[in-house]
Structure formats: structure tokens, C-alpha cells
């Protein structure tokens, strides 16, 4: 089956920094796109792009913690695999929240930007990556993975099921039915459903979300199938390749703006050996030939232009710009903007529920090479900047009053589970800068010299002289190491009282 040569015109990453399991809608020549956000919030992002070369970010469906319920969902658990779409009138986006109470969820909205509905439970969906799809007669069906959860327990991995749903009261119409589910490669997932030239198209993710992550498809006379699979199946995979985008999976179609057909799709890369950003948002051009799609190998594109972004916390609605993220509470719970003019304040709860609530807002690291900065006044407390994998996975570079007198203690830690290393450093300052730069490996190094990025935490004093306290190989936190859901978020962080920060930045480079 011809693999097309064809280049997409577009930036790739798509949507950089962990943005996995997207799903694209095309509504009156926008187009609108969802990905997953797990334990965080807000969840489940929407970006929005005229052209799909630019995109913004223009909210999140849940802005609420109530709509997702994942108060206590363990890490990487929590709002997994969207699916977009548009019927009516009305924008869907339904969603498992996987080891948590609400289950499968639809929420609705007139406007992508917002707000969206409370979410409705569809009962008798036991399964995640639900797709959402109307047949001929306007009659919705939910098609999703099998794969039962009970908390983190596996009950059951029944394959891709299906069921007609009855969206406004919120329960299937009937028993599940067992479609096609792969070629036989492991957890068939993320099915997403397709009307086109007299056929319906199931496409799946099959091979499991990382390196061995592939793409299939099957084709049928009706909604319900009976399908059958593309001789060329797995369509597209990156496993056993060198490609510079790794474990590339989860697509979902979408005409593109000059009537091409594209795949939006998950996908790694690497810095060194490693991939400290998590899975991303891709996309690829996809021909047809003998009526089946053939996608082609997805290239790496980043954007050219640098990215920087400055919050001197002096707008009372700082914290409503949709990129921020906090941990299992939304970032207006877990900071206050309203202390002191122009300064973000954060308190360590120091009740035991850190771990779960941290005292943390940060944003998506979208770049290989990045610096994230804020000025810190520790006050009482100790706190200052975290890159955050999870609560286990994280460097952090704290400032507290130092115990030797005046000035502050600065202190660089890096933390993975069983193992902590820290560095400490006196400035005779009441206040700093603190700094942590991401950069890729130094070229040269032979391939089978395994490394990750660079990982340098440093403080700049009041005379703007920077030290180096710590530079880490950053392989432990990247997702080859760390929970494989997600991917690294760094922001302000307390971990003890109450902490003070103005001037946060994020600067990210593209990967020359
Ligand atoms: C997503 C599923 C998956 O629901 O991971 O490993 C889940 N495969 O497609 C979270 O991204």
C-alpha cells in the first residue's frame, strides 16, 4: 500500500508540552482541539485555530473541579482521552475520568471558549477514550476501549465496545457490543468513528501508548459495523524506527485547510535519549488509496520563533490565563492574588494534604530548551520553583530565612523515589531570583552514550551575579523514568508556610 511522501505544512509539535490523546473538530472553518490533563486543573484543554499553523489556547472545559471529580485520584490517573465533536449546534466533548468517581462523562457547550455544561455521567460506559458519533439518523453512539478500571485495578479488557446512548438521560440503550479491536497488538484503544464515501471508518490506537504505539483502521457498511481491517495495518507506528518523533499513536481525522486530509495524533521527542516534555500533540497528512487512509510518518517541525511569557501578578485575573495548571484544584484555590499588589502568594497547607494538594501553580514546559524564573520572598516559609512530574518525580529550588542570621538559605533538590540529592547556597538577600534552564545534550556525544537534557538550577542575588547550584541529567525526569501520562510542568511551589513571588517567566527556544 503506497505510504505518501507528503509533507504536512505545518508546525510540529502541533500543540507542544503535555497535550496527549487529541482529538480535532472542524465547525464553520474553525477548528477546535481537546487533549488529556489527568490529575490537573483545569482540564481538558481547548485550542483554537483559524488555519491549524496557529493555535490558542482558549480555555478548558472543566474549570471547576466539581465537573471532573478528581479531588483524590492518584497521579496520572483522573481525566484521561477526550473526543471533540460537533452536532446540532452543539459542541461535545465526552471523556473517561479514569480511577475516579464520575466515569464517563459528556459535557456540552454553545462556545468552545466556554462555559461548558457540569458534565452528564453516562452510565453503563465501563471502559476509557470514549468516541462520541451519530448515525444516519441522528441516533448517538459511544464506541470506547474495554478497558475496566476499578480505582487502579484492571477488571476487564473487553477490546473496542459499543453501545447507542441516550445523551440527555445519561445511560447506554443497550448492552455493549464487541467491535473489531486491531491487528492483535496490545490494548486496543482510543477509537474514533468516521463516515465517508459509503463506508464507516474505525480507526484505533493499538501496541500501548509508548514506544510500541501504532495506528489501525477497519471499515464497515454501517455504524455498527461489521468492520473489517486495512490489509496494511498498523497504518503508522514509530516503533523499531530512529524517527525523531517516538510512540506515535491516538489519531483522530480531520479535513485540513486546503481540503487535505490529517491525523492529529500523540507523539514523543527526545532530548538525548529521553523525552522530559511528555507526549505531545502531532499531526500528519493522510492520503487514500483503495479507500483507506494512509498516513504519513509524522515529521518533527518545531516552531521557529522563540516563546516568552512574563506575569507580574498585577492583574487581579492573572491566574485566568487557561495555561496555568494546579494539582487536583484549580489555580485560583491553590494561590491568592489578592495579599499584596503585583505578588502571587502560596501556603503550604503543612496538614498532610501537600502531597495531594500541593501549593503549586505551574504551566506545560513546551520547550527542549527553556528557562522558567520568578523572584522569590520566602517570608516565613520556604518554597520557590518545582519541576513537577509528579509528587515523587520533581526538582525543586527553594529559599528560605538561612539559619546562620540574615539573608536567605537557597537550596536545590532533586527528588525521584527512594533517592534525594540536594545543594545549598547563602545570599545575604531578603529576596532572589531563582532560575531552572532546560537545555538538550551537548552535540557529540555517541548514540548508544545515553543521556537526557540538562537540568541547571541556579539563583541570581541583588547584584544580578547568577550561581550554578545544581546541573542534572535530566533522564529521571522525562517520561522514559517518570509516570508516562504526563510530562513536565514547573511553576511556584511552597513547601513550607507562606511564600511570595512576582515576575514569572517562561522563555522556551526552539531546538536549533
Ligand atoms: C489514554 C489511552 C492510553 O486514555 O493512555 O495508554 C491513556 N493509552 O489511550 C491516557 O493517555
Given at each position: 500500500?503506497?505510504?505518501?511522501?507528503?509533507?504536512?505544512?505545518?508546525?510540529?509539535?502541533?500543540?507542544?508540552?503535555?497535550?496527549?490523546?487529541?482529538?480535532?473538530?472542524?465547525?464553520?472553518?474553525?477548528?477546535?482541539?481537546?487533549?488529556?490533563?489527568?490529575?490537573?486543573?483545569?482540564?481538558?484543554?481547548?485550542?483554537?485555530?483559524?488555519?491549524?499553523?496557529?493555535?490558542?489556547?482558549?480555555?478548558?472545559?472543566?474549570?471547576?473541579?466539581?465537573?471532573?471529580?478528581?479531588?483524590?485520584?492518584?497521579?496520572?490517573?483522573?481525566?484521561?482521552?477526550?473526543?471533540?465533536?460537533?452536532?446540532?449546534?452543539?459542541?461535545?466533548?465526552?471523556?473517561?475520568?479514569?480511577?475516579?468517581?464520575?466515569?464517563?462523562?459528556?459535557?456540552?457547550?454553545?462556545?468552545?471558549?466556554?462555559?461548558?455544561?457540569?458534565?452528564?455521567?453516562?452510565?453503563?460506559?465501563?471502559?476509557?477514550?470514549?468516541?462520541?458519533?451519530?448515525?444516519?439518523?441522528?441516533?448517538?453512539?459511544?464506541?470506547?476501549?474495554?478497558?475496566?478500571?476499578?480505582?487502579?485495578?484492571?477488571?476487564?479488557?473487553?477490546?473496542?465496545?459499543?453501545?447507542?446512548?441516550?445523551?440527555?438521560?445519561?445511560?447506554?440503550?443497550?448492552?455493549?457490543?464487541?467491535?473489531?479491536?486491531?491487528?492483535?497488538?496490545?490494548?486496543?484503544?482510543?477509537?474514533?468513528?468516521?463516515?465517508?464515501?459509503?463506508?464507516?471508518?474505525?480507526?484505533?490506537?493499538?501496541?500501548?501508548?509508548?514506544?510500541?504505539?501504532?495506528?489501525?483502521?477497519?471499515?464497515?457498511?454501517?455504524?455498527?459495523?461489521?468492520?473489517?481491517?486495512?490489509?496494511?495495518?498498523?497504518?503508522?507506528?514509530?516503533?523499531?524506527?530512529?524517527?525523531?518523533?517516538?510512540?506515535?499513536?491516538?489519531?483522530?481525522?480531520?479535513?485540513?485547510?486546503?481540503?487535505?486530509?490529517?491525523?492529529?495524533?500523540?507523539?514523543?521527542?527526545?532530548?538525548?535519549?529521553?523525552?522530559?516534555?511528555?507526549?505531545?500533540?502531532?499531526?500528519?497528512?493522510?492520503?487514500?488509496?483503495?479507500?483507506?487512509?494512509?498516513?504519513?510518518?509524522?515529521?518533527?517541525?518545531?516552531?521557529?520563533?522563540?516563546?516568552?511569557?512574563?506575569?507580574?501578578?498585577?492583574?487581579?485575573?492573572?491566574?485566568?490565563?487557561?495555561?496555568?495548571?494546579?494539582?487536583?484544584?484549580?489555580?485560583?484555590?491553590a494561590a491568592s492574588?489578592?495579599g499584596?499588589?503585583?505578588?502571587l502568594t502560596l501556603t503550604a497547607a503543612g496538614?498532610?494534604?501537600d502531597?495531594?494538594?500541593?501549593a503549586?501553580?505551574?504551566?506545560?514546559?513546551?520547550?527542549?530548551?527553556?528557562?522558567?524564573?520568578?523572584?522569590?520572598?520566602?517570608a516565613a516559609g520556604?518554597g520557590?520553583?518545582?519541576?513537577?512530574?509528579?509528587?515523587?518525580?520533581?526538582?525543586?529550588?527553594?529559599?528560605?530565612?538561612?539559619?546562620?542570621?540574615?539573608?536567605?538559605?537557597?537550596?536545590?533538590?532533586?527528588?525521584?523515589?527512594?533517592?534525594?540529592?540536594?545543594?545549598?547556597?547563602?545570599?545575604?538577600?531578603?529576596?532572589?531570583?531563582?532560575?531552572?534552564?532546560?537545555?538538550?545534550?551537548?552535540?557529540?556525544?555517541?548514540?548508544?552514550?545515553?543521556?537526557?537534557?540538562?537540568?541547571?538550577?541556579?539563583?541570581?542575588?541583588?547584584?544580578?551575579?547568577?550561581?550554578?547550584?545544581?546541573?542534572?541529567?535530566?533522564?529521571?525526569?522525562?517520561?522514559?523514568?517518570?509516570?508516562?501520562?504526563?510530562?513536565?510542568?514547573?511553576?511556584?511551589?511552597a513547601e513550607d508556610g507562606t511564600v511570595h513571588?512576582?515576575?514569572?517567566?517562561?522563555?522556551?527556544?526552539?531546538?536549533?
Amino acid at each position: 500500500m503506497p505510504v505518501p511522501d507528503e509533507r504536512t505544512a505545518y508546525p510540529n509539535p502541533l500543540i507542544p508540552g503535555f497535550n496527549p490523546d487529541p482529538s480535532c473538530v472542524l465547525v464553520d472553518g474553525t477548528y477546535y482541539l481537546v487533549t488529556s490533563t489527568f490529575e490537573y486543573l483545569p482540564a481538558l484543554p481547548v485550542y483554537r485555530s483559524a488555519d491549524f499553523v496557529t493555535w490558542e489556547h482558549i480555555g478548558n472545559v472543566a474549570v471547576r473541579g466539581e465537573q471532573v471529580g478528581i479531588a483524590d485520584v492518584p497521579s496520572a490517573g483522573g481525566v484521561w482521552a477526550p473526543t471533540i465533536r460537533h452536532h446540532d449546534g452543539l459542541f461535545h466533548v465526552i471523556v473517561s475520568v479514569a480511577t475516579g468517581p464520575r466515569g464517563c462523562l459528556v459535557f456540552t457547550a454553545t462556545d468552545p471558549a466556554g462555559p461548558w455544561s457540569e458534565g452528564t455521567v453516562i452510565d453503563g460506559v465501563h471502559g476509557i477514550d470514549p468516541d462520541l458519533a451519530w448515525d444516519e439518523t441522528g441516533r448517538p453512539y459511544v464506541t470506547y476501549s474495554g478497558l475496566h478500571l476499578n480505582g487502579t485495578t484492571v477488571v476487564a479488557n473487553r477490546g473496542i465496545l459499543q453501545a447507542r446512548v441516550d445523551l440527555a438521560a445519561g445511560r447506554v440503550l443497550e448492552e455493549p457490543r464487541q467491535l473489531w479491536s486491531g491487528t492483535g497488538l496490545v490494548a486496543p484503544e482510543a477509537p474514533h468513528l468516521y463516515a465517508r464515501d459509503g463506508h464507516w471508518y474505525l480507526l484505533i490506537a493499538e501496541g500501548g501508548t509508548e514506544s510500541g504505539h501504532a495506528v489501525s483502521v477497519a471499515r464497515g457498511p454501517s455504524i455498527e459495523g461489521p468492520f473489517e481491517g486495512a490489509p496494511h495495518n498498523p497504518l503508522l507506528s514509530a516503533s523499531g524506527t530512529d524517527r525523531p518523533v517516538q510512540c506515535t499513536g491516538h489519531g483522530d481525522l480531520v479535513l485540513g485547510p486546503h481540503g487535505e486530509d490529517l491525523m492529529v495524533l500523540l507523539g514523543t521527542r527526545r532530548a538525548g535519549r529521553f523525552s522530559p516534555l511528555g507526549r505531545e500533540t502531532y499531526v500528519t497528512g493522510v492520503r487514500w488509496s483503495d479507500g483507506w487512509p494512509c498516513p504519513a510518518p509524522v515529521e518533527l517541525a518545531p516552531r521557529p520563533e522563540p516563546l516568552h511569557e512574563h506575569f507580574t501578578f498585577t492583574d487581579p485575573a492573572a491566574l485566568a490565563d487557561p495555561g496555568w495548571l494546579a494539582v487536583r484544584r484549580t489555580p485560583g484555590e491553590a494561590a491568592s492574588l489578592t495579599g499584596r499588589p503585583g505578588t502571587l502568594t502560596l501556603t503550604a497547607a503543612g496538614d498532610g494534604s501537600d502531597t495531594l494538594r500541593p501549593a503549586f501553580v505551574g504551566r506545560r514546559q513546551r520547550h527542549l530548551d527553556s528557562v522558567v524564573e520568578a523572584r522569590v520572598e520566602p517570608a516565613a516559609g520556604r518554597g520557590g520553583l518545582c519541576l513537577r512530574f509528579d509528587e515523587e518525580f520533581a526538582v525543586v529550588l527553594l529559599a528560605e530565612r538561612s539559619p546562620i542570621g540574615g539573608g536567605l538559605r537557597v537550596t536545590a533538590r532533586a527528588d525521584v523515589p527512594t533517592m534525594t540529592q540536594s545543594w545549598s547556597t547563602d545570599v545575604p538577600d531578603d529576596r532572589v531570583l531563582l532560575r531552572i534552564t532546560t537545555r538538550t545534550p551537548p552535540p557529540g556525544r555517541a548514540p548508544w552514550l545515553s543521556s537526557g537534557d540538562r537540568i541547571r538550577l541556579s539563583v541570581v542575588d541583588a547584584t544580578g551575579a547568577e550561581s550554578h547550584l545544581a546541573e542534572l541529567d535530566g533522564r529521571l525526569w522525562s517520561v522514559e523514568s517518570a509516570p508516562f501520562f504526563t510530562g513536565r510542568v514547573t511553576g511556584m511551589y511552597a513547601e513550607d508556610g507562606t511564600v511570595h513571588f512576582t515576575d514569572f517567566r517562561y522563555h522556551g527556544e526552539p531546538r536549533t
